[in-house]
């Protein structure tokens, strides 16, 4: 009887952590999204020397108070999904522990000899923005558009390198190291850059055949710039119209449908859908 009744303790606390579509839900990730602001806020005033100066103390304390604050969220996840490990190997997981790290491991460091070490561990608490990722449906929507996109897109990048590579390899040929392209990976570079539209112009060809191939570079890099553009968008339409924020209680999977009885990946039995409403 307690163990049922634990269970189903952890398993409302989990719908509160995970299930942002919960009245419940709402209100945790609106709290965690204007904590998570505050503590960004207080990192980057602390980089500040004056303010560091004259508010050293206080910022200390914020941040500890920050600190445990995120400890405290991030064992609670641990402690409601059915499979701790796996949350902890998650992207979010991942992120979480990125979040109280640094401030952690600064203590091993209290040396002036440190200094540096410290200084780079206390940048690295701006990463909690990334938290923020876990609280937008818009972002999980994207992430799950470039997941399911992450095939695609490799064989588009595959040619890209390829096409960058050719060209980069012509242009040594054709302009040499008269004209600034020293090598094939300095020219390979020179591609890169002018295939993007970025066009720094610290390398430029100067013969008319090296000009042409340029010009046909620019060119296929404008129509190059729409494919990656369109798969992405095409399944962010897909996720975003047939798709919710309700997530699996067993493997943490999102992306599901409104009135999914079953995980899409797991294929566990998901939550009842009445605390949706």
């Known amino acids: 009887m307690k163990d049922s009744k634990r269970t189903g303790f952890r398993e409302q606390w989990r719908q509160i952590i995970f299930e942002a579509e919960t009245p419940a839900g709402r209100a945790f990730d609106v709290c965690l999204i204007f904590c998570i602001l505050l503590s960004v806020l207080a990192v980057m005033l602390a980089s500040v020397k004056e303010i560091r ?14 600190t445990l604050l995120f400890t405290v969220e991030y064992a609670a996840r641990l402690w409601t999904v059915r499979s701790p490990l796996h949350y902890a190997r998650s992207l979010f997981g991942i992120v979480d522990l990125l979040a109280i790290l640094p401030t952690y491991l600064s203590l091993l460091a209290p040396g002036a000899e440190y200094f540096v070490v410290v200084r780079a561990l206390r940048v ?19 992430m799950l ?3 399911a996109s992450s095939a695609k897109i490799q064989v588009f990048l595959l040619a890209v390198v390829i096409l960058v590579v050719i060209f980069g ?3 040594y040929l054709v302009e040499g190291e008269a004209n600034g392209f020293t090598s094939i990976p300095r020219s390979v570079y020179w591609a890169i850059v002018t295939l993007s539209t970025v066009g720094y112009g610290d390398l430029t060809p100067k013969t ?5 191939l340029a010009s046909l570079l620019m060119v296929v890099g ?8 369109g798969i992405v968008t095409a399944e962010f339409t897909r996720n975003y119209f047939h798709t919710s924020r309700r997530s699996c209680p067993h ?8 009135d999914a009885v079953f995980c ?10 009445q605390h949706f409403k």
């Open 53 to 66: 100066e004259n508010y050293d103390r206080e910022l200390v304390v914020v941040e500890w108070f920050f």
């Open 124 to 142: 690295l608490r701006v990463f909690r923005v990334l938290k923020l990722v876990a609280y937008l449906r818009e972002a999980r929507t994207i």
């Open 169 to 171: 390899s012509l242009m």
């Open 145 to 147: 558009a470039l997941k």
């Open 222 to 229: 404008y129509g190059i710039i729409a494919v990656p553009t």
């Open 264 to 273: 899409r990946r797991c294929g566990g039995p998901m939550p009842d859908n």
């Open 208 to 212: 008319p055949l090296g000009q042409f």
């Open 251 to 258: 493997c943490l999977a999102e992306g599901h449908a409104e």
